[in-house]
């Protein structure tokens, strides 16, 4: 089993920046596919980026792609995300997701496709 704690969000302007911190236990997740997704107040949660294992291939949605980054620490066992530039359009709840499954050429952008999730963490990004 992998448990999955999120931390480092909360309330911030327009244009600010934050930095998610997803720390593993239970299991290494060096070897896992990882991912960020967020879930605004009556919306589907949506893919925000993943990385997978080797820590270098990372794919990201549209609406943050040039603004996050996502990157691991295998050593730390642990996943974050840089957030520059927040928008008001930005605000969710962000969670964090591991997926046992591996691929070298796909990429993991749906919710279904990941074994394990945290609690979440909210950001709120006021304008």
């Known amino acids: 089993q992998v448990q999955l704690v999120e931390s480092g969000g909360g309330l911030v302007q327009a244009g600010d920046s934050l930095r998610l911190s997803c720390a593993a236990s239970g299991r290494t997740t060096s070897s896992y596919a990882m991912g960020w997704f967020r879930q605004a107040p009556g919306k589907e949660r949506e893919f925000v980026a993943t990385i997978r294992a080797n820590g270098y291939s990372k794919y990201y949605a549209d609406s943050v792609k040039g603004r996050f980054t996502i990157s691991r620490d295998s050593a730390k066992n642990t996943v974050y995300l840089q957030m520059n530039s927040l928008k008001p359009e930005d605000t969710a709840v962000y969670y964090c997701?591991?997926?046992?499954?591996?691929?070298?050429?796909?990429?993991?952008?749906?919710?279904?496709?990941?074994?394990?999730w945290g609690q979440g963490t909210q950001v709120t990004v006021s304008s």
């Open positions: 997701g591991a997926t046992v499954s591996y691929s070298g050429t796909y990429y993991y952008t749906r919710a279904s496709e990941y074994d394990y």
